[in-house]
């Protein structure tokens, strides 16, 4: 694949991952993540918040992609936080913040479909960001998925897999 090609692609990325409650369709919602809530956090800078959350994710075993980051670095300014992690027991835990909304976040905890809660991590995650962090977390919602939501789940790994690949070349690119 072409370098300019994957430079777009992760720049750009893959709009609906960013859309950080819930895909629906007409007949009503599609996919729920497990875990969503919102948090404001004004005692930590935005660079320290997403270092503390990278090394929590890491912690817990997730690879992880800061997606804003490598945009800033081009001058993309979709959001100033926008981080995901994927786990080998492919659940996805996604940090996004909205550009002037300082100190306001929004974390998601997805699971493959059927939903299969993991209430301990989603425990850690909710106690990280207001113990460790200090954060005021708000507006916890809690969903369930049918067996029928895999394919977009599935669609949904299968972006970030690439998110991953495409990361990983252009990083390769660099250091060579």
Do not use: W
């Amino acid at each position: 694949m072409h370098r300019g090609h994957l430079l777009l692609t992760l720049l750009l990325g893959f709009v609906f991952i960013a859309v950080p409650f819930q895909a629906s369709t007409a007949e009503g919602p599609l996919f729920s993540p497990d875990l969503a809530f919102h948090f404001v956090c004004g005692g930590v800078d935005r660079s320290s918040l997403e270092r503390r959350f990278e090394g929590f994710l890491r912690d817990s075993g997730f690879r992880l992609v800061n997606k804003a980051q490598v945009q800033h670095q081009h001058e993309i300014y979709f959001f100033d936080s926008d981080i995901i992690g994927l786990d080998d027991q492919q659940r996805i835990v996604h940090l996004i913040s909205v550009p002037q909304t300082p100190n306001r976040y929004s974390v998601t905890l997805e699971t493959p479909p059927p939903t299969r809660r993991s209430a301990s991590l989603e425990e850690r995650i909710l106690n990280f960001v207001s113990g460790g962090l200090g954060c005021e977390v708000r507006q916890i919602t809690r969903g369930e998925n049918r067996s029928d939501a895999i394919r977009y789940y599935d669609e949904k790994l299968r972006q970030i897999d690439n998110l991953f690949r495409e990361l990983e070349a252009i990083q390769g690119k660099r250091r060579s």
